[in-house]
């Protein structure tokens, strides 16, 4: 059964700092390709930043610079570190896997930047 458990949001203010975990189980990790996506009240989820099995990253134009996302295949872990904050990052942010071209995501974790 795949399981995915974010971790580490909260209340920052603006300029700020936040990492965010994802721990995952039920899949082959290593082999998986992971992202990490958010969802804004009244807007629809986007991609954040993504990173392959391989350690191949990609991000959304709008964290380009100010987020890093990493993996470590021994713990099945996936971070998001976010610096630089904005107002406009506050949103619930979900942890995504693919294992077999299936979806899959955990429950989410809210990021709220005060300005």
């Known amino acids: 059964q795949v399981q995915l458990v974010e971790s580490g949001g909260g209340l920052v203010q603006a300029g700020g700092s936040l990492r965010l975990s994802c721990r995952a189980s039920?899949?082959?990790?290593?082999?998986?390709?992971m992202g990490w996506y958010r969802q804004a009240p009244g807007k629809q989820r986007e991609l954040v930043a993504g990173?392959?099995?391989?350690?191949?990253?990609n991000y959304a134009d709008a964290v380009k610079g100010r987020f890093t996302i990493s993996r470590d295949n021994a713990e099945y872990t996936v971070d998001l570190q976010m610096n630089s904050l904005k107002a406009e990052d506050t949103a619930v942010y979900y942890c995504?896997?693919?294992?077999?071209?299936?979806?899959?995501w955990g429950k989410g974790t809210l990021v709220t930047v005060s300005s």
């Open positions: 039920g899949f082959i990790f290593g082999l998986t390709g």
């Open positions: 990173i392959t099995s391989v350690g191949r990253t």
């Open positions: 995504n896997a693919r294992p077999l071209g299936m979806d899959y």
